[in-house]
């Protein structure tokens, strides 16, 4: 099985982000607060309480580099994190912003962090030594409706954006005096374009687009939409490659990739969903991840069978075939991945969901899934 471990934390848990060497968890219980965990002999112990904000957080992330947690909200604002001795001191950023915030990360090298916003901004936060706090510089007039995830290039520069207009964009990020030197241009982007420059706007779904993801060479991204369809994006430029996949099930909310030819998608089907590459580079759909064998139907005639089916379907709207059940009960709105090492592979994935629970998975001893690794 590929779920290693079920941690019931609340009764909602909206986002949730793991600390640099994973010993602990901050997540928040659909409200105005965020809670850390950390484990002790084998238990989950609640030893912090983050208070700052006035409405539900919808995004965290804990810096790799800084040891940050950086925190957004529906109430538009958001807040730094440091812990200093044993308690975390918050730092309000100066978003300016007149509508929800809706995601946050932080970019590789810790020293920036993009806010998206129903206000159809990107807010680009960094830190002004001089005035001792955090500031932001808005990425404008691109966005037609609200930004509902943000995704950093390795590069630290380009940024990826979805929307609930339909649409993919790349921007640059450059900001003098943050990013070091002059940055170089890479592949089909790029990226020494001015700051909230767009290198490229994917016009692929029509409908709400929810998460995005660039894989680990940042060579290509993934992102996801509301009418069951995922979309693989390559040579970002100009002139880009896409290829979209259509699912027979629920829509998808979020997506990561575990390698250049493994993506995990998550989102209302409440259980895990693989995509692999082949050889030459098609995506495809190859199963769900915590997929359950159907219990026999010994001693039921076919006709009882079919007709079960079908009265389950028509009186509940939904096929009373649960072979498909996994740890989940709920959505699953967030994917956040865990690497022991910077020698090893990330073979280990947590998410969390409308049900509460946090669930890790490995797949190490997924088999079929090795040679994609």
Known sequence: MAAIAVHQFADCITCHAWSPD????????????????????????????LQKHDQIIVGIDWSKSSNRIVTVSHDRNSYVWNEEGSAWVPTLVILRLNRAALCVQWSPKGNKFAVGSGAKTVCICYYEQENNW???????KRHDSSVTSV????????IATTSTDGKCRVFSTFIKGVDAGKPKKSGGGSLDAKFGEQIVQLDLSFCWAFGVKWSPSGNSLA????NSMIYFVDQIG???????VVLRDLPLRDVMFV????????????????FAADGTGLWSFVRFLDE???ASSSGRSQFTEAFGKFYGSSKQGTSNDKSRAGVHDNCINCIVPMKESESTKMTSFSTSGLDGKMVIWDLKNQEDLLEYL
Not at 151 to 158: C, E, F, G, M, Q
Request: proline share 7%; glycine share 4%; hydrophobic share 40%.
């Open 134 to 140: 955090w500031v932001s510089k808005l990425i404008r």
């Open 259 to 274: 390698s250049e030819k493994l993506v995990i998608g998550v989102g209302f089907d409440c259980n895990p969903m693989v």
């Open 292 to 294: 359950k064998k159907a």
């Open 151 to 158: 995704a950093w290039h390795p590069n630290n520069v380009l």
């Open 22 to 49: 994973q010993s602990m968890v901050a997540l928040c219980p659909n409200t105005n607060e965020v809670h850390i965990y950390k484990l002790v002999e084998e238990n989950w112990e609640r030893i912090h309480v």
């Open 238 to 244: 100009p002139s880009p490659l896409a290829q979209s």
């Open 223 to 226: 992102y996801v939409g509301h």
